[in-house]
């Protein structure tokens, strides 16, 4: 099983920018495609962003796009998420998953492999 640890959340202003980091335990998950989600209060948890196991392939949801990157360092078992343009409606608590299938699409969280984390919170507002 996967273990996962979430970092570098925070509070920020609209338009600012934040990474995020995700530290992982070696071989599976070096194995597979990664991806981040968020949950808002109130709201399901949806997907982010995936990459896939080298890192060639990312996919994004449209609301992201072109403000958020993914990428990872398998040597460092650790995948991010680049944040910048931050706007209000970022604001969630960020999890990071393996998936076990290809990121072939926005994940879904039923496409996880293995068991959530405690997640890191993001918050935008001025």
């Known amino acids: 099983q996967v273990q996962l640890i979430e970092s570098g959340g925070g509070s920020v202003q609209p338009g600012g920018s934040l990474r995020l980091s995700c530290v992982g335990s070696?071989?599976?998950?070096?194995?597979?495609?990664m991806a981040w989600f968020r949950q808002a209060p109130g709201k399901t948890r949806e997907g982010v962003s995936c990459i896939d196991r080298t890192g060639g392939r990312t996919n994004h949801r449209d609301s992201v796009k072109g403000r958020f990157t993914i990428s990872r360092n398998n040597a460092k078992n650790t995948v991010y998420l680049q944040m910048s343009s931050l706007k209000p409606e970022d604001t969630a608590v960020y999890y990071c998953a393996a998936l076990f299938d290809v990121c072939s699409a926005v994940p879904e969280p039923a496409d996880i492999f293995g068991s959530w984390g405690q997640g890191t919170q993001v918050t935008v507002s001025s």
């Open positions: 070696g071989r599976p998950f070096r194995n597979s495609a």
